[in-house]
């Protein structure tokens, strides 16, 4: 897969022209799972949440929301964070030292859509790994990892992505993880788990969170995006991992005062979303199963088993960025990844007749070029 610029523009929505007859179309808006809004529950609880100076450690609803994660993720302690990245780059500073490597997936979100804040600020090379279904095994991590010789950098921390987003959101299968976990651990090393989507790989294996992240050192998710929260993620580790993480916030801007707003949306997405996930799933297996049939697009649907579908386009004679725009004006928004890929993402906002009417929308599409 390479990356080009149709990738993840934010902006397609925005750039739709528009006539009087679509201003009618209701948005399908598949571009990802980021773009939820707040549901009328979250919208309350955020207006009556009790809140106080976060920097201080006194926002009562803020600290519910870490305790009830730690406790969820069977973990020491936790933290709420502006952002998923910001999890990921926290980990990253906690467990490795300047100089060192961080092995991670080809694809992985750490590596391709972080800012390079791995090099940038955490100090460390990234040490990627082509896999053939975005799945790190053991085997393809040990060969990665380097000697212990003086003049080479050393590997500093393992990170694993679940579900992987851009691999079409493929679960890492627990034993696949635990054996990463188990040798690195033997080996000396860390693993720190992106998982923004743990929640659709739990729902999907029908585990929990606890039971398929409790060999990880350290996890970062995100009540941001299937869990439909507006803002935020949470690292959860043990109690010593999290008071540094503490430090880090701080020192990177992210030190938040009242947020108990957020944090208020935060829990009820902790509670009540896992819940309807396997809807969202559903409507992706169902979305993935009729892009198969159609003519020029191509995608493995037996490999869709959370809410991200990546497709390819190629043989529709259309670029994603085209096939992009024109679905843009009829209000269906789906991103192109490079120019022959495209990226799904189903979510609470677009229900079954929503995820119909892309299909139509693009069925006419591609029936107008063929
Ligand atoms: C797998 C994965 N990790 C991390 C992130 C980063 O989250 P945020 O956008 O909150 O920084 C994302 C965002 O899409 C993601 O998909």
């Avoid at 571009?31 to 549901?39: I, L």
């Avoid at 085997?139 to 921390?157: C, F, N, S």
Wanted: aromatic share 4%; with cysteine.
């Amino acid at each position: 897969m390479s990356a080009t610029k149709e990738q993840m523009t934010p902006s397609t929505a925005a750039s739709a022209a528009r006539d009087s007859s679509t201003e009618l179309l209701p948005p399908v808006d598949l571009r990802s799972d980021t773009v939820t809004k707040p549901t009328p529950e979250m919208r309350r609880a955020m207006a009556e949440a009790e809140v106080g100076d976060d920097v201080y450690g006194e926002d009562p609803t803020v600290n519910r929301f870490e305790q009830r994660a730690a406790e969820m993720f069977g973990r020491e302690a936790a933290i709420f964070l502006p952002s998923g990245s910001m999890g990921n780059l926290i980990a990253m500073r906690i467990h490795t030292r300047p100089g060192q490597e961080i092995i991670c997936e080809e694809w992985g979100h750490i590596l391709n859509f972080e800012m390079a804040s791995m090099s940038a600020i955490a100090c460390c090379m990234p040490r990627p790994i082509r896999t053939p279904d975005g799945i790190l095994t053991w085997p393809l991590v040990k060969e990665a990892i380097r000697p212990k010789i003086y003049y080479r950098a050393q590997t500093g921390l393992i990170c694993c992505e679940n579900t992987h987003n851009m691999q079409g959101g493929v679960i890492l299968p627990q034993h696949v993880g635990d054996e990463i976990c188990d040798e690195a651990h033997a080996a000396g090393l860390p693993v720190h788990l992106d998982g923004a989507r743990i929640f659709n790989a739990a729902v999907a294996l029908g585990k929990s969170v606890r039971e398929l992240t409790h060999k990880f050192d350290s996890v970062m998710f995100c009540v941001s995006k299937g869990l439909g929260a507006p803002v935020g993620s949470l690292l959860t580790g043990s109690r010593s991992f999290i008071e540094q993480a503490r430090i880090h916030r701080k020192i990177l801007g992210g030190g938040m005062r009242q947020a108990g707003v957020i944090a208020a949306a935060g829990l009820v997405a902790l509670e009540k979303s896992p819940a309807r996930l396997h809807i969202d799933h559903d409507n992706a297996k169902f979305l993935a199963e009729a892009l198969a049939r159609m003519p020029g697009i191509r995608v493995d649907s037996r490999k869709v088993n959370t809410n991200i579908i990546i497709f390819d386009v190629s043989g529709t004679g259309m670029t994603s960025a085209e096939i992009s725009q024109k679905l843009s004006v009829r209000r269906v928004y789906i991103n192109g990844v490079n120019a022959a890929l495209m990226r799904i993402v189903t979510h609470q906002d677009v229900d079954g007749a929503g995820c119909q009417r892309a299909l139509e929308e693009l069925a006419r599409i591609i029936g107008r070029a063929a």
